[in-house]
């Protein structure tokens, strides 16, 4: 008796299972809005390990820094050493090539971790996830540069506190807006070069190595080096955090070298995604 | 109801999927069976738009998948439970879901109790998980949004005994409450219990379809008895055809009734007397097997 009960037990509860499915009203069956696609891609982003892990090293650079800042004086203009435009460029310099990874991984892992095919059975428009996917990094991106660009300022008053002099909260306009457009261009450089690799550890190689390299052939040859001036982007995008307004020709350069490095692989990422076959 | 039009797809020179066409009816579940690499898993692909077909056409519910609006409350889909990011809890795989089709959070709890993961084992991340529970979460997954057809890859690879006929019956309640379900299992005897048609695939062709009665109908009667000469003189001299099988016996090309009556008017004494295997499927699946197991030793 007992063991045809703890047989039939599984059929039961999968009967029980398949009842319970049909008692709840789900309503009426809508089209999936962009935003619900957008905020899906964000959590997308921060719920895995290795996206938790990326803020946490965010934040512990940003920590880092910010401590040093306090105690170290730099040579240049004591006077400036604790201010706040000084905290805020010492910190977003490293983490401007930090967070581009979010970007990277956001665009690779649907492939890398093969979820492609639940989010594409989910929503067979591809391109409605690939452009909430760029969106989503990118604000991301702004977001944290804002999150350490208002943190400078207590930091700095602290550090100012602890050295002992006047605090100096005067805003360089050149210097916020560039590091914030270099961060723009730097996301969406992260979420090209994820598009068009599609695998997270090769994307993340060449983001960091592919340009250095273009650098150094410059370097190396030098009757290439005006050309490789207009198509390298690490160098073109350097004027934007000097704190000075870029020169007509550094503008020109920045706009030819995010063309090549954005616009084009976006546009072949897309085509990839679109063509690709998800297995 | 899924239907499928003279579906081909091609990789390069190899013909992965070829000319197939074939109905899933609603009411009914629909076993797709063949072995590993025969076409299974790409023609489900193709059917979801993961895959674009070379040619024909698929429908699911009338239309191309990519034309479903909002799919996941028509289709659940669950091609690969293992296809997910590992660094992910389960809940918000499950969440994940939810979010895109526009369903509470208080659905996702349903669902897990649905297919029997605790809140615990919820919180866990898809790492630690294993594939029977991997299956489970895939089929919350593909439960979701309450859709009318449901299309399995090999969902009963991992389960446990318990998990297998869990889900048979799971499986079977919903296509009684007008559900249209395809599955695809290597196993002839896993289709054999769960579905109510088959298809045979094999080398991306359908080489058999039908209701299981029809397929796995008994084939003819073995008769065993230890005169057997009496028996063979009284079947000839019947008409009825008969071959010698290897363990002594005698398969007869007729009812057991026929057999057994034929044997008690001639007083022939009988050690044995059954409706004979259903040696067509199994010997067929048998076959594409091997040839399937021969391709791959050679490469």
Known sequence: MSTQTSTEAPAEAGREAAAELKQSDLGPIKPIPFTSLLGVEFRKQLDTRSGQWLLIAVAAIAAIVMAVTIFVETGIDPAQSWSWMTFFNNTSQPLLALIPIIAILAATSEWSAKTAMTTFALEPRRARVIWAKIISSFVIGMGLLTFIF????????????????????????????????????????????????????VAIVSYFILPTLLTLVGFLITSLATFMSWIDVNASILPLIMGMEPTTEEWQKIAVSSVIWIVVPIALGFWRSMKREVK | MITTQNLVRRYGDFTA??????????????????????????????????????????????????????????????????????????????????????????????????????????????????????????????????????????????????????????????????????????????????????????????????????????????????????????????????????????????????????????RVVLSELRPGDNQGLEEMFLNLTASNARTEAAA
């Open chain 1, 150 to 201: 208002l943190l400078a300022a207590p930091m700095s008053w602290i550090g100012s506190m602890v050295n002992g002099v006047d605090p100096n909260f005067e805003i360089n306009n050149w210097l916020v807006m560039g590091f914030f457009a270099a961060m723009a261009i730097s996301m969406l450089l992260g979420s090209a070069f994820g598009l068009v690799l599609m695998n997270a550890p």
């Open chain 2, 17 to 266: 999927v070829n000319n197939v066409s074939f109905t899933a009816e609603p009411g009914r579940v629909t076993g797709f069976l063949g072995p590993n690499g025969a076409g299974k898993s790409t023609t489900m692909r193709v059917l979801t738009g993961l895959t674009p077909a070379t040619s024909g056409s698929a429908t699911v519910l009338g239309k191309p998948f990519k034309e479903l609006v909002n799919p996941g409350r028509h289709v659940g889909v669950l091609l690969d439970a293992s296809a997910q990011h590992n660094g992910r809890t389960g809940r918000e795989v499950l969440m994940i879901s939810a979010k895109t089709m526009g369903l509470p959070a208080k659905r996702v709890d349903h669902m897990m109790d649905v297919v029997g993961l605790t809140q615990k084992e919820g919180k866990r991340r898809l790492g630690n998980y294993s594939l029977g529970m991997r299956q489970r979460l895939g089929l919350a997954n593909a439960l979701m949004g309450d859709p009318r057809v449901l299309i399995l890859d090999e969902p009963a690879n991992g389960l446990d005994p318990a998990g297998i006929r869990w889900m048979r019956s799971l499986l079977g309640s919903y296509a009684d409450q007008g559900g249209t379900v395809l599955l695809s299992s290597h196993l002839l005897n896993e289709i054999e219990r769960i579905a109510d048609d088959i298809l045979v695939i094999g080398n991306g062709e359908i080489v058999a379809r039908g209701t299981k009665e029809e397929l796995l109908r008994p084939n003819g009667t073995v008769v065993k008895t230890p005169n057997s000469d009496v028996l063979t003189e009284a079947l000839t001299s019947a008409g009825l055809a008969f071959t010698v099988t290897g363990d002594g016996g005698l398969h007869v090309e007729a009812e057991p009734t026929d057999v057994g009556v034929l044997a008690a008017n001639n």
